[in-house]
């Protein structure tokens, strides 16, 4: 079946400027992610939704950075007056809940990013 | 410190050779995944473990809970197995939320 699927590949933006950046997860996936990972460094979480709402946030890492989730399905990250050091790869991944090790684990699925370049 | 450690950073071998990534982490954990990240970018989960031992084809996770310490092995490693392998731990107190290493950059050569 159809992956975990992002848009736009890519974007390029004026520092300033609002962005959006959509995730569509795997259909019946109720768990997504948001990551970002940026030149050189690894990976660093943003944001998990559990449907859609979003119980662990914390790796916001500024207040110009919002998601949302509607529906249970697609999200959409937001980044208002985007800064240079926001160029990243963002991506998103999506899961169902397994039980593992005594408790809730999660298998995720990751999209293929949308790498964002401000300048 | 970071709480999860890879090593080694870089690894270079020869097409056949047996390889071995290590991931050590600080934190009690629920899980451990590896995680392969292509040259294009594209991220593919290789293992979720928690205890124990797990093999998918020529790739075999093992995980020593006590000693916080996970080694991915490639046997008979091949040029396409050259990419980013990446260890990311979810916490037992973290909720949902992995914390990643920072990734071991393997070149296998022909």
């Known amino acids: 079946g159809a992956g975990v699927s992002q848009s736009p590949s890519n974007k390029v933006t004026e520092k300033g400027k609002d962005v959006e950046l959509r995730c569509d997860p795997i259909?019946?996936?109720?768990?997504l992610y948001w990551y970002r990972q940026s030149l050189g460094q690894g990976l660093e979480f943003l944001i998990y939704?559990?449907?859609?709402?979003?119980?662990?946030k914390s790796g916001l890492p500024s207040d110009r950075f919002s998601a949302e989730r509607t529906g249970g399905s697609v999200s959409t990250l937001t980044i208002q007056r985007t800064q240079q050091e926001d160029s990243a790869v963002y991506l998103c991944?999506?899961?169902?809940?397994?039980?593992?090790?005594?408790?809730?684990?999660?298998?995720?699925?990751f999209g293929p990013g949308t790498r964002l370049t401000v300048t | 410190k970071n709480e999860v450690e890879q090593s080694p950073q870089n690894l270079t071998a020869q097409e056949g050779e047996f390889i071995t990534i290590n991931c050590s982490y600080s934190?009690?954990?629920?899980?451990l995944h590896w995680l392969q990240q292509h040259p294009g970018g594209g991220i593919v989960s290789l293992f979720m473990?928690?205890?124990g031992k797990k093999k998918h084809g020529r790739l075999i996770a093992t995980i020593n809970i006590q000693e916080k310490h996970s080694s991915l092995h490639i046997t008979a490693s091949h040029p396409r197995d050259s990419a980013v392998y990446i260890c990311a731990v979810r916490g037992e107190t973290s909720g949902s939320r992995l914390t990643f290493g920072e990734g071991t950059q393997l070149t296998v050569n022909p």
């Open positions: 259909s019946g996936h109720t768990a």
């Open positions: 991944a999506s899961s169902l809940a397994e039980w593992i090790g005594g408790g809730l684990n999660y298998e995720q699925y």
């Open positions: 939704f559990q449907g859609n709402s979003a119980p662990d």
């Open positions: 473990l928690s205890s």
């Open positions: 934190v009690g954990i629920s899980a």
